[in-house]
Nanobody, 116 residues
Framework: QVQLVESGGGLVQAGGSLRLSCELS????????MAWYRQAPGKQRELVAV???????NYGNSVKGRFTISRDNAKNTVYLQMSSLKLEDTAVYFC??????????WGQGTQVTVSS
């Protein structure tokens, strides 16, 4: 019923910026806490950022101060603004809804590759 589609991934130079988008369909966007996760080859899934229905945010330690999560309820979209990118940020980035404090519905993912 609920579907998520990410976009905006690509290749970027270290120190650069990139903006990811995630559009929700099939339900009322305003009802959901939303999050971004990422997974790099050989590594475990990592929480990147989460945004509550009222707009409050939280970030993983590795991205705090560099990434910003936001939402536009009128567009059913959540964003991840990524700045000061590092090689270690290379991963597949996933958009999710959050239920019971854990990811519930997942998007297909979008690849972000940071080069030097």
């Amino acid at each position: 019923q609920v579907q998520l589609v990410e976009s905006g991934g690509g290749l970027v130079q270290a120190g650069g910026s990139l903006r990811l988008s995630c559009e929700l369909s099939g339900s009322i966007f305003d009802r959901y806490v939303m999050a971004w996760y990422r997974q790099a080859p050989g590594k475990q899934r990592e929480l990147v950022a989460v945004i509550a229905r009222g707009g409050s945010t939280n970030y993983g330690n590795s991205v705090k101060g560099r990434f910003t999560i936001s939402r536009d309820n009128a567009k059913n979209t959540v964003y991840l603004q990524m700045s000061s990118l590092k090689l270690e940020d290379t991963a597949v980035y996933f958009c999710t809804t959050v239920q019971g404090g854990r990811p519930f519905v997942w998007g297909q993912g979008t690849q972000v590759t940071v080069s030097s």
